[in-house]
């Protein structure tokens, strides 16, 4: 020590040497302990394990639960320990989302498979069976129109033509048989009409002393295409063909509808 600009040596008793040795170790001892204590509190302090100043083999198995923690992690960023909850890996997954090779998501069952990028057709049930769009569409082809009818051409009027009247002679001398010959050459029937006889009548010497015109009604229905004939009696009044004369019926008109 200096005091009073005298420098003084002090000299130590083996007794108090021995004092200050151990305050030391004790202050050592001290501060490793608070060294374990503050570590143990933030998860980052380590305490060795095992006997030391012994001889032989010692036992450290553990004896309950142990978390492996490296020393030393990468520079940069930290590091998750095994058993803690993180991200999965690329490619994996748990539950419906569970993803296939490639990256691509696995269809939950009973939903239609996704559409492909190739061809944008959907493969699952349910796909459209027409011709698919690659926009999702489905084109139909429409049905052909149906056919026009052809116009129908209206039937042609019935056309009517007769033969000449056949006679023959008749019970009485003032009555005749006629027979005429009818033929519908139309394209629709004769529905009703009336022929006219033209009636003459004859004297003794051949002179047509006069004529009488007497009217029947045509056998009707006359078809289209049809030919039919009929016969009539054409009679007089008897007054008018006195005896020795008789009566011939040479023309005819018809009229018809």
Same mark, same amino acid.
């Given at each position: 020590?200096?005091?009073?600009?005298?420098?003084?040596?002090?000299?130590?008793?083996?007794?108090?040497?021995?004092?200050?040795?151990?305050? +030391?170790?004790?202050?050592?001892?001290?501060?490793?302990?608070?060294?374990?204590?503050?570590?143990?509190?933030?998860?980052?302090?380590?305490?060795?394990?095992?006997?030391?100043?012994?001889?032989?083999?010692?036992?450290?198995?553990?004896?309950?639960?142990?978390?492996?923690?490296?020393?030393?992690?990468?520079?940069?960023?930290?590091?998750?320990?095994?058993?803690?909850?993180?991200?999965?890996?690329?490619?994996?997954?748990?539950?419906?989302?569970?993803?296939?090779?490639?990256?691509?998501?696995?269809?939950?069952?009973?939903?239609?498979?996704?559409?492909?990028?190739?061809?944008?057709?959907?493969?699952?049930?349910?796909?459209?069976?027409?011709?698919?769009?690659?926009?999702?569409?489905?084109?139909?082809?429409?049905?052909?129109?149906?056919?026009?009818?052809?116009?129908?051409?209206?039937?042609?009027?019935?056309?009517?033509?007769?033969?000449?009247?056949?006679?023959?002679?008749?019970?009485?001398?003032?009555?005749?048989?006629?027979?005429?010959?009818?033929?519908?050459?139309?394209?629709?029937?004769?529905?009703?009409? +009336?022929?006219?006889?033209?009636?003459?009548?004859?004297?003794?010497?051949?002179?047509?002393?006069?004529?009488?015109?007497?009217?029947?009604?045509?056998?009707?229905?006359?078809?289209?295409?049809?030919?039919?004939?009929?016969?009539?009696?054409?009679?007089?009044?008897?007054?008018?063909?006195?005896?020795?004369?008789?009566?011939?019926?040479?023309?005819?008109?018809?009229?018809?509808?």
């Amino acid at each position: 020590m200096l005091r009073h600009g005298t420098l003084r040596t002090t000299t130590w008793s083996p007794g108090r040497r021995r004092a200050f040795a151990g305050a +030391s170790a004790a202050v050592v001892c001290l501060g490793a302990a608070l060294g374990a204590c503050a570590g143990s509190g933030s998860g980052g302090g380590y305490v060795a394990v095992g006997g030391t100043g012994r001889a032989g083999p010692v036992d450290a198995s553990p004896t309950g639960s142990v978390t492996m923690v490296p020393l030393d992690g990468p520079k940069g960023g930290g590091t998750t320990p095994p058993g803690t909850t993180g991200s999965p890996p690329a490619g994996t997954g748990t539950g419906r989302g569970t993803a296939r090779a490639g990256g691509g998501p696995v269809p939950v069952p009973g939903t239609p498979d996704p559409p492909s990028p190739s061809t944008g057709k959907s493969t699952g049930a349910g796909a459209s069976t027409g011709t698919g769009a690659g926009d999702g569409r489905t084109t139909h082809t429409p049905a052909p129109p149906a056919p026009t009818p052809a116009p129908t051409t209206p039937p042609a009027p019935a056309a009517l033509s007769w033969g000449g009247p056949v006679t023959a002679a008749g019970d009485q001398r003032w009555c005749q048989k006629v027979t005429v010959d009818f033929r519908n050459s139309g394209g629709t029937a004769v529905r009703s009409g +009336s022929v006219t006889f033209g009636t003459h009548v004859i004297g003794a010497l051949g002179i047509d002393w006069s004529t009488v015109r007497t009217s029947e009604a045509l056998p009707v229905p006359i078809g289209a295409g049809a030919r039919t004939d009929h016969t009539w009696t054409v009679c007089l009044d008897a007054w008018r063909v006195p005896l020795g004369m008789h009566v011939e019926t040479r023309d005819l008109s018809v009229q018809w509808k």
